[in-house]
């Protein structure tokens, strides 16, 4: 029995499954990047142990869908809930609850902090639904909080709590993505430190004095860098270690045990999921993931950095896979 099945509560996704296993299922996807592609590969992991009868589809394809009211509909868990993000998991929500279907399961999630704005949105969604029976599970504690605040209870749905779904991912379902035969022992100490909307608020010269964490190593964002799902896990296999604030680059270190730090981002999710789940596997916590303060590449001009073929050149200088 792996780590995450040893831990849901017996309301968890998992027991959903199991215990709607004789209906088809329709799994939506939202936009995601390659870390949301592990979220995806645990929910579905865990449709394939259970042996259940489903369908991965992308919002475009659902839209056109035939779905009886025999079936059920997941909606994979993510950070979408926030207004700096597509849009899509909401929209996907919405979807999904417009269609007569059996029951609809929206995935672990996250959420940003209580507003009129998420509000707003979620019981828009609701409002029309036409499912006879709604769970939404958040992936930590503070969203469960949050969502109960909304009261959604008063609009038939019932709250749960339960891991991101890349928990339930092994080591070797990890390596056979990768197309490895065991975890290399890495040549590199990865800062893989997001660039995007996400990014902390503030980001200072270095890293703050943790037990975990460290000032050395090449710091790029695996998203924007991989070319595909299995190059993504390769560039985080290969390394010696691990300090990041993106989450997935996390989850993905300890499901194979590479040695992480996790930093914050721009609101709580990389901490309330660290609190609810990565601190029971190893993963440190860091208050400020720095930057490396030596080598030449934060000196050189914008254009210099941003240009493509000496972004890949660093990667191969300093030994990260390039596919």
């Keep these: 029995m792996n780590y995450y099945?040893?831990?849901?509560?017996?309301t968890g996704l998992f027991k959903v499954f199991e215990s709607h296993k004789g209906h088809p299922w329709i799994f939506l996807r939202p936009l995601g990047n390659w870390g949301d592609e592990l979220i995806f590969a645990g929910a579905e992991r865990m449709a394939k142990k259970l042996g259940l009868e489903w369908n991965s589809v992308e919002t475009a394809e659902f839209e056109n869908l035939e779905i009886s009211d025999d079936h059920c509909i997941y909606l994979h868990g993510g950070g979408g809930f926030n207004q700096w993000?597509?849009?899509?998991?909401?929209?996907?929500?919405?979807?999904?609850?417009?269609?007569?279907?059996?029951l609809v399961v929206q995935g672990p999630i996250t959420t940003e902090e209580s507003n009129d704005w998420l509000t707003?949105?979620?019981?828009?969604?609701?409002?029309?639904?036409?499912?006879?029976?709604?769970?939404?599970?958040?992936?930590?504690?503070?969203?469960?909080?949050?969502?109960?605040?909304?009261?959604?209870?008063?609009?038939?749905?019932?709250?749960?709590?339960?891991?991101?779904?890349?928990?339930?991912?092994?080591?070797?379902?990890?390596?056979?993505?990768?197309?490895?035969?065991?975890i290399p022992d890495g040549s590199?100490?990865?800062?893989?430190?997001?660039?995007?909307?996400e990014q902390p608020i503030q980001?200072?010269?270095?890293?703050?004095?943790?037990?975990?964490?460290?000032?050395?190593g090449i710091r790029f964002d695996p998203v924007y860098e991989a070319t595909s799902f299995r190059h993504?896990?390769?560039?985080?296999?290969?390394?010696k270690s691990i300090v990041t604030n993106r989450l997935h680059s996390s989850?993905?270190?300890?499901?194979?045990?590479?040695?992480?730090?996790?930093?914050p981002g721009s609101y709580h999710k990389n901490r309330s999921v660290w609190a609810f789940s990565l601190s029971k596997r190893g993963v440190c916590w860091?208050?400020?993931?720095?930057?490396?303060?030596?080598g030449i590449w934060n000196r050189l001009p914008r254009r210099l950095q941003d240009s493509y073929k000496i972004r890949r050149l660093r990667l191969a200088l300093n030994r990260v896979p390039l596919s």
């Design 5 to 10: 099945q040893s831990q849901p509560p017996e």
């Design 85 to 102: 993000c597509s849009g899509r998991a909401i929209v996907n929500l919405k979807m999904a609850l417009n269609r007569s279907a059996h």
């Design 120 to 182: 707003d949105r979620i019981k828009d969604a609701l409002f029309e639904s036409k499912v006879r029976k709604v769970i939404v599970f958040a992936r930590e504690e503070h969203s469960l909080g949050i969502l109960n605040e909304m009261k959604l209870s008063d609009l038939g749905v019932n709250l749960c709590i339960d891991h991101d779904t890349a928990l339930f991912l092994t080591k070797e379902d990890v390596l056979s993505i990768a197309e490895l035969k065991s």
């Design 188 to 197: 590199y100490e990865l800062v893989a430190y997001r660039d995007d909307p």
């Design 203 to 216: 980001a200072t010269a270095e890293t703050l004095n943790t037990e975990c964490a460290s000032p050395r």
């Design 232 to 239: 993504w896990i390769r560039i985080h296999l290969y390394s």
């Design 251 to 263: 989850i993905l270190a300890a499901i194979v045990g590479k040695p992480v730090t996790l930093g």
């Design 286 to 294: 860091a208050d400020e993931v720095g930057l490396p303060s030596t």
